[in-house]
């Protein structure tokens, strides 16, 4: 078997942390966004299916906050 190119390895890794980076970013302001739709959700009652959306929110928030905790440091 033959050995990636050096070049090859290093813009494989480059890409890797862009994409890193990008998903940081991402789950970071998801993280600031999810919480806006928590009102709106109590307001209108947790009845079945809204029920386990906002159990599905609380979720991914949590995700995202994990995600995201470091971002731009």
């Given at each position: 078997m033959s050995t990636p190119a050096p070049t090859?390895?290093?813009?494989?890794e480059r890409l890797a942390g862009l994409m890193t980076g990008t998903?940081?970013?991402a789950a970071f302001w998801a993280a600031i966004a999810i919480?806006?739709?928590y009102?709106?959700?109590?307001?209108s009652g947790l009845d079945g299916g809204?029920?386990?959306l906002f159990v599905a929110l609380l979720f991914?928030?949590?995700?995202?906050l994990a995600?995201?905790?470091d971002h731009k440091r």
């Open positions: 090859q390895i290093a813009s494989g998903v940081k970013a919480p806006a739709a009102p709106v959700l109590l307001y809204t029920g386990q991914a928030n949590t995700l995202a995600l995201g905790h």
